[in-house]
């Protein structure tokens, strides 16, 4: 894509919605770690009534790990995959505990190192816990990017570097979460909303639908 129809793009997003803010629930950089590694293949709905009973019961590293394997599992229960989740983030909490005094890296190399923490994980924290310009590119954003023609790519990495190098540097802190709701909302799988597009006439998408 045409540099200034990017920036085009940014423009309107950022007009409709200037502070952006993440639909998870959470008030530390560890809460939103763990909010984030219970995220995958589950709705942010779904986390946010998990965590809400979570975070009151046990909201730091150590206070995860008393609660336990069964008492985690328990508490996570009608989260996908919450058998795995729940090893993967006791033992997450174990290593902030042993490398970081219990408190949430603000590097990539170290966040990548815990369990069940890869890129996206990661950039999601990076960005929304500490600021850092990070695009996390998950599967709406993936999307979004191939479809528009903001950033085609046939992988999440590939996603991201466009992204980085299409994405003026003003707009590079809110970037992720303005993305993420627009394919989350507007430019959806099934049946993108074209007709409630304000990118419409920016978006190089074959087969949108007139209006």
Not at 107 to 115: D, I, K, Q, S, T
């Amino acid at each position: 894509m045409h540099p200034e129809k990017a920036r085009r793009i940014y423009e309107r997003l950022r007009a409709a919605d200037p502070h952006p803010r993440t639909e998870l629930w959470f008030s530390s950089p560890f809460e939103l770690l763990v909010a984030v590694m219970l995220s995958a293949q589950a709705t942010d709905k779904g986390v946010n009534r998990v965590t809400a009973r979570l975070f009151p019961l046990a909201n730091t590293p150590q206070a995860l790990l008393n609660l336990g394997e069964e008492g985690l599992r328990e508490q996570i229960r009608t989260i996908g995959l919450y058998n795995n989740k729940a090893r993967n983030i006791l033992r997450t909490c174990a290593l902030l505990i042993e490398r970081h005094g219990g408190e949430v890296p603000r590097n990539r190399e170290a966040l990548e190192a815990l369990p069940g923490v890869g890129r996206k994980t990661a950039n999601v924290v990076l960005n929304v816990a500490f600021g850092e310009p990070t695009l996390a590119v998950d599967t709406h954003i993936f999307r979004l990017a191939n479809r528009t023609g903001l950033a085609p790519g046939k992988t999440p990495l590939a996603v991201e570097k466009g992204l980085l190098a299409i994405t003026p540097e003003e707009f590079l802190p809110h970037a992720h979460h303005w993305l993420i709701l627009h394919g989350r909302h507007i430019c959806q799988a099934r049946r993108p909303r074209c007709e409630d597009c304000s990118l419409w006439d920016l978006c190089e998408y074959e087969e949108k639908k007139p209006r």
